[in-house]
């Protein structure tokens, strides 16, 4: 009887979604408590023990504290840059699209409230090469906003004196959401976002010329 050959298997799919599942979860919960008690405070201890898990289970996933630092930091980019790609890919103005862009960013921003606030606060805790990365992803976003609005500008629909530094603005505006919105507050997700689009549109908006 000849030994048949070993032939190899690619990971299943389910594999692979129970892997990513078991990640995200481990996200999740570090970021609860990055946000809760800050980033030097909380050990991987802390996050098995709130995942009823041992501390060896995380490190099948993540080398150390400082990986998962950086996977909650990067979650916001990465989200707002595809809200940004898949915003500029649908035919329309230029107001239209940002339009479409500021929605879209507000509600991540909103749905992803903790990773976003943990990246404002804990930054300077980043790896020195994550937190190049991340500035590179976050310039990348202000450098396809600011193409964005310069279209407008050229186009007549806007106004203003610097695409690059408008953009930040903008940025800046869309960021801040996450450091004062509160679910279950005064205002709802739905009313923030359409105060984003008015307050961006201003920003934007044509001046009016003074009579003559």
């Given at each position: 009887m000849t030994?048949?050959?070993?032939?190899?298997?690619?990971?299943?799919?389910?594999?692979?979604?129970?892997?990513?599942?078991?990640?995200?979860?481990?996200?999740?919960?570090?970021?609860?408590?990055?946000?809760?008690?800050?980033?030097?405070?909380?050990?991987?201890?802390?996050?098995?023990?709130?995942?009823?898990?041992?501390?060896?289970?995380?490190?099948?996933?993540?080398?150390?504290?400082?990986?998962?630092?950086?996977?909650?930091?990067?979650?916001?980019?990465?989200?707002?840059?595809?809200?940004?790609?898949?915003?500029?890919?649908?035919?329309?103005?230029?107001?239209?699209?940002?339009?479409?862009v500021v929605d879209r960013v507000a509600r991540i921003i909103i749905e992803n409230q903790r990773y976003i606030s943990v990246y404002q606060r804990e930054e300077k805790s980043l790896d020195p090469d994550d937190a190049r990365r991340i500035r590179e992803l976050r310039h990348r976003f202000d450098t396809q906003l600011a193409a964005l609005l310069q279209r407008g500008k050229d186009n007549g629909e806007f106004e203003f004196d610097d695409a690059s530094r408008t953009a930040i603005w903008v940025s800046g505006v869309l960021s801040w959401i996450a450091n004062w919105y509160h679910d279950g507050g005064r205002w709802s997700a739905t009313e923030v976002v359409m105060d984003a689009i008015i307050v961006v549109m201003k920003i934007v908006a044509k001046r009016r010329q003074p009579p003559v």
């Open positions: 030994d048949r050959p070993t032939i190899a298997r690619k990971p299943t799919a389910l594999k692979t979604e129970v892997a990513a599942y078991k990640r995200r979860r481990i996200i999740e919960e570090a970021s609860h408590l990055f946000f809760a008690h800050g980033y030097e405070a909380t050990t991987l201890d802390a996050v098995a023990e709130q995942l009823h898990v041992t501390k060896p289970f995380i490190y099948s996933y993540y080398r150390n504290k400082s990986e998962l630092l950086s996977e909650i930091c990067q979650t916001g980019i990465d989200l707002s840059l595809a809200a940004l790609d898949e915003a500029l890919s649908v035919a329309g103005t230029a107001t239209e699209q940002l339009k479409m």
